[in-house]
């Protein structure tokens, strides 16, 4: 679309959304409903462009993708009236007679810029939150995965009208052109840097928005851990998505005890989960040669120990571990987003807290242990989004978990309720009678008068 087109669209949008056709619960349930539906009928024309932008399986695509879009919209439709609802909450006695509610109602206009790695999930769950809040949409996916754009595109453009739900696909030119736009929202998940240019539009029009971005998500072991599920665990989290993955775990930061039986049993689950990956039809592929590159120059081959290998043409890098990796590797320094896993070790737990204690808050955290007080303890005191204990990156596929980035991963959260809440805003609304006007409010005011005693006696 040009600029032109763009505004044309947005300025329907308003529009329709002034004329309130968004804000009844029919109106949210069917569009929903729509949605959900079309996510059936169309799977294998998804899983198809999924295989074709990222290599996944059929099964993977419905498992990570579509299966799970279908979940966070059943949850929806099963507490939509629920959300809707206006609240009563409590009021002060120096408010009487009145009664206070919280009233949410949809933001307006909103943008979701989605990223190529999960592009049907990262689309359309934030969609389908900003459906059940009312809202009318913008959604821009990502220019790197092109199947799977025209699909959404083609999918959403037969469910609803322009002037309630667009799809605006392209580059860099249209992602520029729709930050200039004024939104009332906007949602966005990507890369750091990129969601630092998103803050920037944004702020040139004081439009709230969520970021959700990614980081070095550390997976930490113990001397307590079961040692061969941890290893499963990870190896799964990983390697899933060939390691693009948002909240994949980026190192294993393990008690050096147990680090060469922990190796060990990531090698052993290699085999069994990924074995002959760079022939395996179901592995995944890198989404460019460019992010290939960049991974590849991430690979020290001195300190690979599992793994290593690569088809260029086929743009596959097979699952690696790398071994006597430092902080000051190359590895360490950024997200790694592909099928890379260093290994680094710590001698004392309290040592963990003081290596993470200085570096970006990561997205998600790991800790594979027995030590229950341990557990609580690394989640209370290292800062991250949120994460697991004795698994990797599931804690994304429950309605009921908010999901978000703190500090330098994102900021704000979906899902669920919290979903809803994101693409709301909430009312406050105090409905007062006309029956009863208490006159100590107004002047004039009297020093020691009852009327001061009485609110005195209510505000304290």
Not at 411 to 431: D, Q, R
Request: glycine share 8%; hydrophobic share 40%.
């Amino acid at each position: 679309m040009t600029d032109e087109e763009i505004r044309s669209v947005l300025d329907r949008q308003r529009a329709y959304f002034a004329g309130g056709a968004t804000l009844g619960y029919e109106a949210r349930r069917d569009a929903l409903v729509r949605l959900r539906d079309a996510l059936r009928t169309r799977e294998s024309d998804i899983a198809e462009a999924v295989k074709s932008d990222l290599g996944k399986s059929a099964f993977e695509a419905y498992m990570c993708e579509t299966g799970l879009v279908m979940s966070e919209i059943t949850y929806l439709l099963r507490h939509l009236k629920s959300f809707m609802r206006a609240k009563k909450v409590h009021t002060p006695f120096s408010q009487f007679p009145s009664k206070s509610i919280r009233l949410p109602v949809p933001r307006g206009n909103v943008l979701i810029m989605s990223p190529w790695n999960y592009p049907i999930l990262l689309t359309l769950e934030p969609l389908a939150d900003a459906l059940a809040a009312g809202n009318t949409a913008v959604v821009k996916p990502s220019a790197y995965s092109p199947a799977t754009s025209a699909v959404i595109a083609d999918i959403l453009g037969k469910l609803y009208p322009t002037e309630y739900v667009a799809v605006v696909t392209g580059g860099r030119a249209e992602n520029s052109a729709l930050l200039d736009c004024r939104f009332d929202f906007v949602f966005f998940t990507g890369s750091t840097n990129v969601g630092r240019e998103v803050l920037r539009h944004t702020a040139e029009h004081l439009t709230p928005a969520v970021l959700e971005l990614g980081g070095k998500s550390p997976c930490i072991v113990d001397d307590t851990a079961d040692i061969a599920l941890a290893a499963r665990r990870i190896v799964f989290g990983k390697f899933l998505n060939s390691g693009q993955t948002c909240v994949a775990p980026d190192y294993v930061l393990c008690d050096a005890k147990i680090k060469d039986k922990l190796v060990s049993e990531i090698k052993k689950q290699i085999g069994v989960q990924y074995g002959g990956a760079l022939s395996d039809p179901d592995y995944g592929k890198i989404v460019s040669a460019k992010h290939f590159g960049r991974i590849l120059s991430l690979m020290d081959p001195d300190k690979v120990i599992v793994g290593g290998a690569y088809d260029r043409d086929a743009l596959r890098i097979e699952p690696t571990v790398m071994d006597r990796v430092t902080w000051d590797d190359a590895v360490m320094g950024e997200e790694i987003f592909g099928p890379l896993l260093p290994v680094l070790t710590f001698e004392r737990f309290d040592e963990v807290y003081s290596l993470l204690g200085d570096k970006p808050k990561p997205l998600a955290l790991y800790i594979f242990t027995s030590d229950k007080r341990r557990a609580r303890d690394t989640f209370m005191r290292v800062r991250c989004g949120g994460g697991c204990v004795n698994d990797t990156i599931i804690h994304l596929a429950t309605s009921e978990l908010p999901f978000g980035g703190v500090g330098e991963s994102g900021m704000g959260a979906y899902h669920g309720k919290v979903g809803f809440e994101t693409f709301s805003h909430v009312k406050s609304i105090l409905s007062k009678s006309t029956r009863i006007d208490m006159p100590m409010r107004y002047k004039p005011y009297k020093k020691g008068s009852s009327y001061e005693k009485l609110v005195r006696r209510f505000l304290k």
